[in-house]
């Protein structure tokens, strides 16, 4: 069993809920997404205990992307920032792991067995600035410039660092499609895709989900895992190596300094990643896997029954037991599922395709998340929550679903639940 990192103090950990209670992530039946339980403020003048009210009301046994981390990572507390501006900014957003202690200890008052799960992102990383939270660090360009991935680390020159980090961010819109690569300058971006080998990105890393952990959710999402073994073996072509090989057993020792973080503390803590189907390069160690339906899926309120039975087929032969835990993924625009589902669909359709997709993937032993709070409808989306928020609100009026949510988790009895779609 690997170590973990003892760089940290770990000693004298305030463990805020009964680990007792916690249910085994194998046995439950109910989820939702609530992305965040933090920022409520900013969502109609909510109020913690009226974001706990609405949590708890649904009786959920998993809160999925209770935290999600992004470009901006949390602070230890907002009192910490000088500025009256940007601190009383920090705390309507919920912007420090402070704030997300408050509300789990909120949430555990009222549902002590409920399994809550943190998130952070493995694909990106602030370029200007970043913040190890354990050791209370602020680390700037260009040392953020020297955790992002470089091909020539493993002597592969096809590719620059450059044309890597450039080709990657106009992937995901970060830097200017039509921006020739011969034109980016480090400097200047905002964010890179880091390198999961690098001993400083894993510090850091671990750190973000230590303090998470601290806070007291009971296990972390790790978004975009496989992506690095993804590129490098599109680069290439050979399945073992050496950059690969690397960034597998990279992934291992992440998933397993969380573990033992958390067996370290006295509590159970879940990793859990996407399922990639196509090359199966989820870590071995992990505890549940995610899904989505596609966007078209969503679009057209039906599921592709024989593709779902494929990759479910190819997923169970390596994780013929995990927990898989199915939700409505999103990202920068609204071609993605969640943006057709709240941006396509109407109030009547999107109710209707939340019970469809419960009728679904029960018969596939899958948990479906409700899609709750949260979730960034995409930065083209003109239907926003309450007519100025782009995450998705399903208590919005402009959605409306939170009753039918509440309704199919109190009518769901037995394990598989099967509804008349109106």
């Known amino acids: 069993m690997k170590t973990i990192n003892n760089k940290y103090n770990i000693n004298n950990i305030d463990n805020i809920n009964n680990i007792d209670n916690i249910n085994n992530i194998d046995n439950i039946k109910n989820a939702i997404v609530y992305s965040s339980i933090t920022d409520y403020k900013i969502f109609n003048d909510r109020t913690l205990n009226q974001m706990t009210f609405d949590i708890s009301s649904l009786k959920p046994e998993l809160i999925f992307l209770s935290c999600w981390q992004w470009l901006d990572t949390l602070l230890n507390s907002c009192n910490d920032i000088q500025d009256p501006i940007y601190k009383q900014k920090c705390i309507d957003y919920g912007g420090s792991y402070e704030e ?22 493995s694909e990106i990383l602030n370029s200007v600035y970043t913040y190890n939270p354990k050791i209370n660090t602020v680390i700037l360009y260009p040392d953020t410039w020297n955790m992002a991935l470089d091909p020539l680390k493993w002597n592969i020159t096809t590719i620059t660092k450059k044309q890597l980090q450039c080709q990657f961010a106009q992937s995901q819109s970060w830097y200017p499609i039509i921006q020739d690569c011969s034109l980016y300058d480090e400097s200047t971006v905002c964010c890179y895709f880091p390198d999961i080998t690098n001993i400083q990105f894993q510090e850091l890393f671990l750190s973000w989900a230590y303090s998470q952990i601290d806070a007291g959710v009971d296990g972390i999402w790790i978004d975009m895992f496989v992506n690095q073994v993804a590129m490098l073996y599109d680069i290439t072509k050979i399945p073992n190596h050496p950059s690969i090989i690397d960034t597998i057993n990279s992934m291992d020792y992440i998933v397993d300094s969380i573990h033992n973080y958390g067996t370290y503390i006295g509590r159970q803590i879940y990793v859990g990643t996407w399922a990639n189907i196509s090359m199966l ?16 899926e969503v679009k057209n309120m039906t599921y592709d029954e024989v593709l779902w039975d494929e990759g479910l087929s190819n997923i169970k032969t390596k994780y013929p037991s995990t927990k898989i835990i199915a939700f409505i993924d999103f990202a920068d625009n609204k071609l993605t599922p969640l943006g057709q589902f709240s941006q396509i669909l109407t109030s009547q359709q999107q109710s209707d395709f939340v019970k469809i997709s419960k009728t679904f993937f029960d018969s596939k032993n899958i948990i479906f998340a409700y899609p709750v709070h949260g979730g960034w409808m995409g930065n083209d989306a003109t239907i926003l929550s309450f007519g100025t928020r782009y995450e998705y609100d399903s208590k919005a009026p402009e959605f409306d679903t939170y009753n039918t949510i509440m309704d199919l988790i109190n009518e769901c009895i037995l394990p598989t639940c099967s509804f008349t779609i109106n």
């Open 100 to 121: 997300l202690k408050n509300s789990v200890i909120s949430i555990k008052t009222i549902l002590p067995s409920c399994i809550i799960l943190g998130a952070l992102p």
């Open 281 to 296: 390069t989820t870590p071995t160690n992990i505890d549940f896997i995610t899904l989505s339906p596609s966007a078209l």
